[in-house]
């Protein structure tokens, strides 16, 4: 079984910026895939970044340019130029095995205007 912790959310002002940690029960470099989820009141958890463990990214569209996602002791989400529909609950997700996921559980990201 593996424990994800997230942290690093909070409060913050439109066009804030605030970085994700995701600190896990075994070394990052032992999983496949990691990513960022969130998932806004009301709707459905959706994929932010995802990083394989070869580093190739992948992000949301609404996201790209603003947010960064890295893999080294842990796995972090940096997001810059935060806006009001970025307010969502936050997750972090690791590919134990092959199609194996196991999930964090979340931190709040509120982004007021």
């Known amino acids: 079984q593996v424990q994800l912790v997230e942290s690093g959310g909070g409060l913050v002002q439109a066009g804030g910026s605030l970085r994700l940690s995701c600190t896990a029960s075994?070394?990052?470099?032992?999983?496949?895939?990691m990513g960022w989820y969130r998932q806004a009141p009301g709707k459905q958890r959706e994929l932010v970044a995802i990083?394989?463990?070869?580093g190739t990214t992948n992000y949301a569209d609404s996201v790209k340019g603003r947010f960064t996602i890295s893999r080294v002791v842990s796995m972090y989400l940096q997001m810059n130029s935060l806006k009001p529909e970025d307010t969502a609950v936050y997750y972090c997700?690791?590919?134990?095995?092959?199609?194996?996921?196991?999930w964090g559980q979340g931190t709040q990201v509120t982004v007021t205007s």
């Open positions: 075994r070394s990052v470099s032992r999983f496949n895939a």
């Open positions: 990083i394989t463990a070869g």
């Open positions: 997700a690791a590919e134990v095995v092959a199609g194996q996921w196991s």
